[in-house]
């Protein structure tokens, strides 16, 4: 009987040491719930109007984004057909992008291709042009993108408007006899009345 008295007395006391110290844990959760809650009252409606303000304004972040990689999108038509060297149009873009963009929008987009090489090629060719063009300052960051370019090659367009000035048909004027035909006609016409008044006044 003695041999189970002992283990007994050290589980309660054990028991007993940990009751006090569950206790305060539970009364200082309580009054932490409190506190949080009396914040919470006074603070209402927020954080969720400020939450519900981020979610409306977040997807026009989405669509500048977008608007600046179709603005700095270099495009397959930039490259030559054969080559994946820029062509004037080409080199004329990276120009304009690193002059008149601003700073924190200076991302070239290279459109991807479906051969992973010619990708490669077209990124040291954007890269070495902005290096011939800006030598000095950092480098801006050059990115491939899925986004497919709206429009034609330079080339495509040139071709077209110097079709249409070469098929332009020639000025023509009326001709002169066609007027003087008509004057003479009416002039005609108005002796010819003349002569009758002066016969019928005879």
Known sequence: MLKFAAPVCLVLAVAGSLSPARAGDKWDEFWYGVHVG????????????????????????????????RQNLIGENYFDENSTRLNSAGVERVRFILRQTPVEHRVFYVQ?????????????????????????????????SNMVPEGRSAEMVAAEFKNFVSS?????????????????????????GSNGGTSGGN
């Open 112 to 144: 991807s291709d479906l051969d992973d090489n010619i990708t490669r090629m077209r990124i040291d060719a954007v890269q070495e042009t902005i290096v011939a063009l800006q030598p000095k300052g950092p480098m801006p960051e050059v990115i491939v």
């Open 168 to 192: 332009t048909p020639a000025t023509r004027l009326s001709h002169a006899s066609g007027g003087s035909g008509n004057g003479s006609s009416s002039g005609s016409s108005g002796g010819s």
């Open 38 to 69: 009396w914040h919470r009252n006074n603070e209402w409606p927020e954080p969720f109007s400020t939450a519900d303000r981020n979610y409306a304004v977040a997807p026009f972040a989405v669509m500048i984004a977008g608007g600046w990689q």
